[in-house]
């Protein structure tokens, strides 16, 4: 695509669309290296609830930190930021490395999904797993509890930058999930991102074409540049 006018894409909607169809999280990876952003996927803890999982939108960042008394009125952020929640966006929640909190749950994936959510990713513990995964709601997350977080962890602040899985994510960055992690792609290179994951997909089938028809490493790579 050599201009926005071969965009295959007319709307956000169908942006994802065509990601969660074509694209996946390593190629985009490589495709941010090679725009000099080389610190965008998260830490390696933070994985899908189900390994077939694949979740792309836009990012709703959310901070929950540890808190240890019962508030007058729980929830309070908790339900305005998941509530804010717009069609095609991912929430996107740090703990700050809390093994306490249990941020999310089938009832918030129940909301978030009325809302037109696309998943979420979360830094910390989630619950209901059995709920979910009936739902097949995309969800990414560090581990697993039983535990309610009133109490335990409170929303200090949504829709603002956060720093989530090692990488800085700011509000409407792209996020992107599947088994092999979750990497974000800033709004300001998003486009130049995207066009090239797509160039490097289809030399990587040519490349795949071409070793199974008998090539050598050598010879794909110095036709392809691909590896």
């Not at 729980?74 to 991912?90: C, G, R």
Request: charge should be negative; charged fraction near 25%; include cysteine.
């Amino acid at each position: 695509m050599e201009n926005e006018d071969k965009r295959e894409w007319e709307n956000d909607t169908e942006l994802f669309d065509m990601m969660e169809e074509s694209l996946y999280a390593a190629v985009i990876s490589d495709a941010l290296d090679a725009v000099g952003f080389r610190e965008q996927a998260m830490r390696h803890t933070i994985r899908p609830l189900l390994p077939e999982t694949v979740v792309v939108g836009r990012a709703l960042p959310v901070l929950c930190l540890d808190v240890y008394e019962i508030p007058d009125e729980p929830y309070q952020q908790e339900i305005t930021a998941v509530d804010s929640l717009k069609q095609d966006d991912v929430l996107v929640c740090s703990t700050d490395g809390s093994t306490r909190i249990c941020f999310w749950g089938e009832l918030l994936s129940t909301a978030a999904r009325a809302r037109g959510a696309r998943g979420a990713v979360i830094e910390g513990f989630i619950r209901d797993v059995r709920k979910i995964m009936q739902m097949q709601f995309p969800i990414f997350t560090t581990g697993i509890t039983p535990v309610d977080s009133n109490g335990r962890g409170e929303v200090v602040a949504y829709n603002v930058p956060i720093e989530c899985g090692g990488v800085t994510v700011n509000p409407g960055d792209i996020v992107f999930g599947d088994a092999d992690g979750v990497v974000v792609i800033p709004q300001s290179v998003e486009t130049q991102v995207i066009e090239a994951a797509l160039e490097k997909v289809s030399a990587e089938n040519r490349t795949r074409d071409a070793l199974r028809e008998g090539a050598t490493l050598r010879e794909v790579y110095d036709e392809f540049g691909i590896l």
